[in-house]
C-alpha cells in the first residue's frame, strides 16, 4: 500500500500520512488546522518499507478506515527522585 507522508510546519516532529496524495479533505477540521501547513516529506509503499516510529500494520488499518494516520512526537518520561 502506497501512502504519503507530509511535515506539520506548526508542530515539530509530527507526520501525517494520506491514502491519496493531497487528500486533505479526509483530515477533521480541527486536526486540519492544528497542523497545517503540511508539507510533503515522503512516499512509501508500506508493504515493503519499515517505519522508523510507527507500526505499519497500524498506519495501513488507520489509512483504510480513515485516510488518515498522525504521527506525534515520541514522549519520554524523566526518572525523578523517588
Known amino acids: 500500500m502506497r501512502c ?5 510546519a506548526r508542530r515539530e516532529q509530527t507526520y ?3 491514502a491519496r496524495r493531497d487528500d486533505f479533505d479526509c483530515l477533521p477540521a480541527p486536526l486540519r488546522a492544528a497542523l ?3 508539507h510533503q516529506v515522503l512516499e512509501v509503499d508500506l508493504d515493503r518499507q519499515r ?4 507500526d505499519p500494520c497500524v498506519v495501513r488499518a488507520n489509512l483504510q478506515s480513515c ?3 498522525v504521527q506525534y512526537p515520541p514522549v519520554f518520561e524523566v ?3 523517588r
Not at 504519503?4 to 506539520?8: A, P, Q
Open 16 to 18: 501525517v500520512y494520506l
Open 79 to 81: 526518572a525523578g527522585d
Open 4 to 8: 504519503f507522508v507530509y511535515r506539520s
Open 67 to 69: 485516510g488518515f494516520h
Open 51 to 54: 517505519l522508523a516510529r510507527e
Open 36 to 38: 497545517a501547513p503540511l
